[in-house]
């Protein structure tokens, strides 16, 4: 046979053989990679919900990581059937093998994204509507910017819901705040907004801003995708139901200092200073012992009305739920620095506990649930006369004060209000915690037998 024969039939050959090649992975990439989750399609050959979803989902982590977005997954029910006990989940797995998490059944799955890593905004967009994506975007004034010498005017991204196949991938903006914790802002639709764009009363966030801990983020593999979740779920999710935040009412706040202007003398700029110190203090002590507590009496009232400490105080208020109680408090704040000033009470009834830093006081009132009031104690040393402060129920936020995150009850008018009277928004110098409140009620004396128990003075 000629030469010239053999290398043309070992050409076709070569041509042939790479066509087919070329066919298989176009074939592949056209057909099987489109497939739903790593299985091959349903026995009927259709999609179901779940597929829907998970493409979706797929689809739009493939544009995310496209333009390095550092989402998170962020959603309560995935992530709350991943942190499910082991059996449950082998449970769902048999059910749902190729979703199980991120298929939840429900038509939103939420990320959250720090907000100081969005800088891809047009082109993501962009690239986004290519997809068949539909964007609402969600902005609010940027409370940053906001204090008591400015209030904000400036917009920025809060919330982006997008939507595909009828499925609605919510992204939460997480903003940096001064007092070192994430925020993300409430949602709140225009009038000329799209009602029907989303089920908006599904979304886990924007009801109210919330605040929140950096979590500490794990890439992991979820139904066959890599997310970004919490290392820490159950810690997340749970601080997720104690969200809530609460911006302080910068505005009223101003038109009060307006009428009433703050000493800026060096002894009240000293004592703020202190006050700060102290408060960064007793939150990081209660926080090592996870003991909640919140801003009470007129620490809660400098921040509701001046969104600052009142300078003529001459201590800090806290209140804890005596439910909270732990006999390890006094141990902890005096490893802290501070001095026990004294004890009143007991873990039954009325307990208080003073505390000394330098020559500033703080006052931590434990609060009692009893039927449909919320009440603490006092007690008069000298005579041994008991009283009692009641408050409506109430549960708790947060909110910042002195760059810290700190909480205060969440109905916090009616709080004050029940403290402080109708009048709490005029400056009252001489306060007589005896008798000037407008919740305190005369509860008897402690027997003289138990008062060296019960009144502790140091
Ligand atoms: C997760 O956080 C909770 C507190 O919310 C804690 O009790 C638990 O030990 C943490 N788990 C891990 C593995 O760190």
Redo the contacts with the bound molecule.
């Keep these: 046979m000629p030469r010239v024969n053999r290398t043309a039939v070992l050409s076709l050959l070569i041509v042939s053989s790479s066509a087919f090649l070329l066919f298989q992975l176009y074939y592949y990439r056209k057909y099987v990679s489109k497939l739903p989750g790593p299985h091959i399609l349903s026995q009927t050959g259709h999609l179901t919900a779940s597929d829907v979803q998970w493409q979706t989902v797929k689809k739009f982590l493939a544009l995310a990581q496209r333009f390095g977005l550092p989402l998170f997954l962020a959603d309560t029910t995935a992530l709350t059937l991943l942190s499910h006990d082991a059996l449950r989940q082998r449970d769902r797995l048999v059910r749902e093998p190729h979703c199980s998490f991120l298929c939840t059944g429900r038509p939103i799955t939420s990320f959250a994204l720090h907000a100081n890593l969005w800088k891809y905004e047009p082109s993501f967009l962009l690239a986004a509507e290519q997809k068949g994506f539909e964007l609402l975007e969600l902005r609010g004034e940027d409370p940053r910017l906001a204090s008591l010498d400015t209030l904000s005017g400036q917009e920025i991204p809060l919330h982006f819901l997008f939507r595909l196949h009828g499925y609605i991938i919510h992204v939460v903006f997480l903003y940096e705040r001064s007092g070192n914790y994430l925020w993300s802002g409430a949602l709140r639709l225009r009038a000329d907004a799209d009602r029907s764009f989303a089920p908006f009363k599904l979304l886990d966030y924007g009801r109210h801003a919330g605040a929140y801990d950096r979590p500490e983020l794990v890439l992991t593999v979820l139904d066959g995708l890599d997310v970004r979740i919490p290392r820490?779920v159950?810690?997340f999710l749970?601080e997720l139901r104690h969200a809530r935040f609460l911006e302080c009412r910068y505005r009223e706040a101003r038109n009060f200092l307006q009428m009433y202007p703050d000493d800026a003398s060096p002894v009240a700029v000293e004592f703020r200073r202190k006050v700060k110190l102290l408060l960064h203090l007793a939150s990081r002590t209660l926080a090592a012992l996870n003991i909640p507590f919140w801003l009470s009496s007129g620490t809660c009232l400098g921040w509701f009305r001046q969104c600052s400490v009142i300078s003529y105080s001459r201590d800090v208020d806290i209140g804890v739920f005596i439910s909270d109680f732990s006999s390890d408090i006094i141990g902890a704040f005096t490893d802290a620095g501070l001095s026990l000033k004294h004890k009143f009470g007991k873990v039954e009834d009325s307990l208080e506990l003073s505390f000394l830093s330098d020559d500033v006081k703080l006052d931590m009132f434990f609060f009692y649930e009893d039927g449909d009031v919320v009440w603490n104690g006092g007690t008069q040393a000298k005579s041994g006369r008991k009283f009692k402060y009641v408050f409506p129920p109430f549960s708790l936020c947060w909110a910042e004060l002195l760059e810290l995150k700190v909480r205060v009850p969440c109905e916090t008018l009616d709080y004050v209000t029940a403290n402080y009277g109708a009048a709490w928004n005029v400056p009252v110098r001489s306060w007589d915690w005896k008798t000037s409140p407008s919740n305190v009620q005369e509860n008897g004396v402690w027997p003289p037998a138990e008062w060296a128990e019960l009144i502790q003075v140091y």
């Design positions: 820490n159950s810690r749970s």
